[in-house]
């Protein structure tokens, strides 16, 4: 199966940065759209930063310039540098990616287990 590893996660404060990474392995013909999403309790899960078709970066709205998203296409790698942390971005963060499995079939798309990021105050 195709998984999605996320690494990076911890507790630091606010005004502080912190660097999530994930991983996709197994067997994959291709990553069209790959990226991140948070989800904190009690909370919906929304788009932080995607790396779409044509390397087109798309923010969610309430990144507001703070965080960069980088793709490595060789290593099935996407990272997320997040910078001028605040408490509201306390979150699980997920990574996500459209995976082409063979040639000829759409992208199928999955999650990783998610990272914990904690922003003290």
């Known amino acids: 199966q195709v998984q999605l590893v996320e690494s990076g996660g911890g507790l630091v404060q606010a005004g502080g940065s912190l660097t999530l990474s994930c991983a996709a392995s197994g067997y994959i013909f291709g990553i069209t759209d790959m990226g991140w999403y948070r989800q904190a309790p009690g909370k919906q899960r929304e788009l932080v930063a995607v790396v779409e078709n044509g390397n087109i970066l798309n923010y969610g709205p309430f990144v507001k310039g703070r965080f960069t998203v980088s793709r490595d296409y060789a290593k099935n790698t996407v990272h997320l540098q997040m910078n001028s942390l605040k408490p509201e971005d306390t979150a699980v963060y997920y990574c996500?990616?459209?995976?082409?499995?063979?040639?000829?079939?759409?992208?199928?798309?999955?999650w990783g287990q998610g990272t914990q990021v904690t922003v003290s105050s």
């Open positions: 996500n990616a459209d995976v082409i499995i063979g040639g000829g079939d759409p992208p199928r798309n999955f």
